[in-house]
């Protein structure tokens, strides 16, 4: 085989196994409709929200942001600007089991009495202890405002709104960012190292080859003189 076809080769087969690995670490997300009941300090209230969970990847960890398209509760006096937290909590099933906190700033305009109260987005962090497909679930949201506190719990048991194939953290390999070490390879590096070094072992080849015929004609040549 021509050292042509065995790179092109080496190089397929190694873009097959990137696109096989992307798939298999990408992440499912969904909105899902969350029906929030909220004990109040003036009452229960109700409202459904659609939430929407994400994740960015930060080394071993993942960064989780909860954001509400609705608002949920409502205040019967007016909230004036960073008189509200909020924080909640997003449940962890499959693969591991647990509960992630996250929280956000204080709202940044006045909420006017009487009108749901819009959450902005809550993040936290999120460290694998297994690995394996993980699913994030919105959970109980706590409001406090006012030195009250409201707690609104999920009525509908909602699906998960993200899901991640995961790495326990003492499994990952990773490379710190400035570390004075040199990047891993990933498969198509490696892939292309591979064919640069079949293709030196197949030239190496070609010039043994090239100067034992050399040597070999100069030999004959040198029998003919002497003869």
Request: charge should be positive; include cysteine.
């Amino acid at each position: 085989m021509s050292y042509q076809k065995r790179t092109a080769l080496t190089l397929a087969s190694a873009l097959a196994g990137t696109v096989v690995l992307m798939t298999a670490s990408a992440a499912h997300a969904t909105v899902v409709d969350v029906d929030y009941r909220c004990k109040t300090p003036i009452g229960d209230k109700g409202a459904v929200s659609p939430i929407d969970i994400k994740s960015v990847k930060s080394g071993a960890s993942h960064r989780l942001t909860l954001s509400f398209q609705k608002g949920v509760s409502s205040s019967p006096v007016e909230l004036g600007k960073g008189a509200m937290n909020p924080s909640a909590v997003i449940k962890v099933s499959g693969a591991d089991q647990g509960e992630v906190r996250v929280s956000g700033p204080p709202n940044a305009t006045a909420i006017p009495a009487n009108s749901p109260i819009k959450i902005g987005d809550l993040s936290g962090t999120y460290t694998p202890k297994k690995s394996g497909k993980v699913d994030f679930t919105a959970g109980v949201l706590t409001i406090k405002a006012l030195g009250t506190t409201t707690t609104c719990t999920p009525s509908n048991d909602p699906g998960p709104s993200l899901r991640l194939d995961v790495t326990a953290a003492g499994n990952a390999s990773n490379t710190p960012d400035d570390g004075g070490q040199l990047p891993k390879t990933g498969p198509l590096d490696s892939a292309m190292a591979l064919g640069m070094l079949g293709g030196t072992v197949l030239l190496t080849g070609a010039a043994g080859v090239l100067w034992l015929t050399r040597r070999g004609r100069g030999a004959v040549g040198a029998q003919g003189e002497a003869g």
